[in-house]
Structures are given as C-alpha cells and as structure tokens.
C-alpha cells in the first residue's frame, strides 16, 4: 500500500499568508495526486487533481505541483474562509489519503 | 445536478452487520466507479473501498482494514451502491461518505454524499 505523509500537521497563519503543504508518498505515484479542504461537518471538496490542475470554480491562490514521489500545495495569500484542513490523496493504485493539515488562525 | 445521498446509518452493536446505501442522481450512475470513504471522530480520511462498472467487471477492491469483512455492491437500475458491512468493530465507528469517482478509475472525487454515521458500541 502507497503511504501519504503530509507536513504539517497543523499551521498556524494569518489572513493574507502564503503557506505551503507537502505531501510524500512511499513509492512513485507519477502525478496521480489530488488536494481537498475539509470544513467541520461537511463533505471534503476537490480542489486540486493530478498535481497541479485547479478542479473548475476553485480560486486561483490556490496551486498545487510535484511529481513522482514529492508534492506541495500552496495557497499563495490567504482568505478567511481558507481555514480548514486540507488532505491529499492518490491513486495510484489502492487509494490513500494523507493524514491532514489543520490550518487555523493565528 | 449531481447528488449523492448516504442513508443507512445508526448504533450497532460490535459484532453485528449494517448495510449503507448511496443513491445517486444527475449523471448516468453505471458509467463511473463508486467509493467508500470513512472518518472516524477527529480522524482524518480513510478510504473503504471502491467498485468498478459492470462493463469493467463489476468487482470491487478495498482497504486492508475492512478486506474480508466488508462488500461493496451496486444496482444500475435503481441507482444504488451498497456497503455491507458485517463482523463490526468499535474502530469501525466513523462517518460514511461515498464518493463519485472517474469512469474507470477511483481517481479523484469531485462529489460526495452528505455522510452517514455508524456507531458501533454496545
């Protein structure tokens, strides 16, 4: 099974912030690599796939890139409505999700 | 408009079995893979499992944590996926999405059900 190991575990930012997120998978996953947020109580919702592609109505600070085994997740200036936590996942093969970032407010 | 809905949830006791469904609406249902992915009270995401088209096989594969214990199933017709879910353990306790994926991959999941809780305690 592919693992996901996301760093950090928790951020603390402020509005306006860039911050960033990495994701490393154990073994080669091409950019078979997507990034979600997750509100308290609701459904996650897609907001990166295969890496670097912006899921359609997601805003532009939000980016994602790598490739093989390493990936990264920014959100180049941050919104209110941006803390959440965020996961990563991939595909590979069986599915995995990393273990989330929690992003809050300083 | 896409929609999934999870229903099935509630308390159970270890040991005993459930079944969860997904009923969906607005895309053509047997064209795409269906996943399972649970949360266990502040834990992160688990996937469960997912099932292929029946063009594809129609089979499914899942998560060693689940493998042997839990049956994913869909019915085309009415729309539905199922998850059988039997031998239940306390650790099984979590919210319930199920997850629209690609047509012929899990891939990624742009829509989702609302979730379903499952209790398992005695």
């Known amino acids: 099974d592919i693992q996901l190991t996301q760093s950090p575990s928790s951020l603390s930012a402020s509005v306006g912030d860039r911050v960033t997120i990495t994701c490393q998978a154990s073994q080669d996953i091409s950019n078979y690599l997507n990034w979600y947020q997750q509100k308290p109580g609701k459904a996650p919702k897609l907001l990166i796939v295969d890496a670097s592609n912006l899921e359609t109505g997601v805003p532009s600070r939000f980016s994602g890139s790598g490739f093989g085994t390493d990936f990264s997740f920014t959100i180049s200036s941050l919104q209110p409505e941006d803390f959440a936590t965020y996961y990563c996942q991939q595909y590979d093969h069986l599915p995995s999700f990393g273990q989330g970032t929690k992003l809050e407010m300083k | 408009e896409v929609q999934l809905v999870e229903s099935g949830g509630g308390l159970v006791q270890p040991g005993r079995s459930l079944r969860l469904s997904c009923t969906a609406s607005?895309?053509?249902?047997?064209?795409?893979?269906i996943n399972w992915v649970r949360q266990a009270p502040g834990k992160g995401l688990e996937w469960v499992g997912y099932i292929r088209r029946k063009d594809y096989g129609g089979t499914a594969e899942y998560a060693a944590s689940v493998k042997g214990r839990f049956t994913i199933s869909r019915d085309d017709s009415r729309r539905i996926a199922y998850l059988q879910m039997n031998s239940l353990k306390i650790d099984d306790t979590a919210v319930y999405y199920c997850?629209?994926?690609?047509?012929?991959?899990?891939?990624?999941?742009?829509?989702w059900g609302q979730g379903t809780l499952v209790t398992v305690s005695s």
């Open positions: 607005g895309f053509t249902f047997g064209n795409y893979v």
């Open positions: 997850a629209r994926g690609l047509e012929f991959s899990s891939g990624w999941h742009a829509y």
